[in-house]
């Protein structure tokens, strides 16, 4: 079964770019499954950020599409997250999700999730 | 789009049940059946529990249950066990191509 680790510095300054990296094992990122990231702010609910596919096709949350870049790497088997400008209202545990396309559309996996905060 | 509407918490005494409600529009919960519903416990990830509505995952106990209808949908916990303690979120996907999650239910079992 897919299992999903996410990683990158748990600390960013305001006005930066937070990057984020999820690894993927049990599963290629070439299958048919959408990869997402979701976050969650301190005692807040859930919010999707993104999601790729590995064709390369991308869908963002409107309210974050100016500042979210999500890539994929084959080679090495794990997907990104690169957030812009981000202030200490992006302070949140990440998360990375995954679903197969084929099977419905619902998150099955999910990461640990990672916290990240702004912060000078 | 807005986040889907859930009730800020809900309780209920073991052996309970008790009902979560989502309320979406006809863009999202009302467009498709894909909504679904996590259980998150603290400092933990959240868990799938329902998909596809009313669909249970291998492994989900039998005491959740969900429904929906129209541009509601709404989860069903019998038999409430201290265990059940947690915060739920509904889920639905968009016409829109995107995810949106509910704000989140907060379960206390007394």
């Known amino acids: 079964q897919v299992q999903l680790q996410e990683s990158g510095p748990g600390l960013v300054k305001p006005s930066g770019t937070l990057s984020l990296t999820c690894t993927v094992s049990?599963?290629?990122?070439?299958?048919?499954?959408?990869w997402s990231w979701v976050r969650q702010a301190p005692g807040k609910g859930l919010e999707w950020i993104g999601e790729?596919?590995?064709?390369?096709?991308?869908n963002y949350n409107p309210s974050l599409k100016s500042r979210v870049t999500m890539s994929l790497d084959k080679s090495k088997n794990h997907y990104s997250l690169k957030l812009s400008s981000v202030t200490a209202a992006d302070t949140a545990i990440y998360y990375c999700a995954t679903y197969y396309e084929s099977s419905g559309y619902r998150f099955d996996y999910w990461g640990q999730g990672t916290l990240v905060t702004v912060s000078s | 789009q807005s986040a889907l509407t859930q009730p800020a918490s809900v309780s209920g005494s073991p052996g309970q049940s008790i009902t979560i409600s989502c309320s979406g529009s006809?863009?999202?919960?009302?467009?498709?059946?894909?909504v679904s519903w996590y259980q998150q416990h603290p400092g933990k990830a959240p868990k799938l529990i329902i998909y596809?509505?009313?669909n249970r995952p291998s492994g989900v106990s039998n005491r959740f249950s969900a429904s929906k209808s129209a541009n509601t949908a709404s989860l069903s916990i019998s038999g409430l066990q201290a265990e059940d303690e947690a915060d739920y979120y509904c889920?639905?996907?968009?016409?829109?191509?995107?995810?949106?999650f509910g704000g989140g239910t907060k379960l206390t079992v007394l």
């Open positions: 790729i596919f590995h064709s390369g096709d991308i």
């Open positions: 006809s863009s999202d919960v009302g467009a498709f059946n894909y």
């Open positions: 889920s639905s996907y968009t016409t829109s191509r995107v995810w949106l």
């Open positions: 049990g599963g290629s990122i070439s299958s048919n499954n959408w």
């Open positions: 596809d509505v009313s």
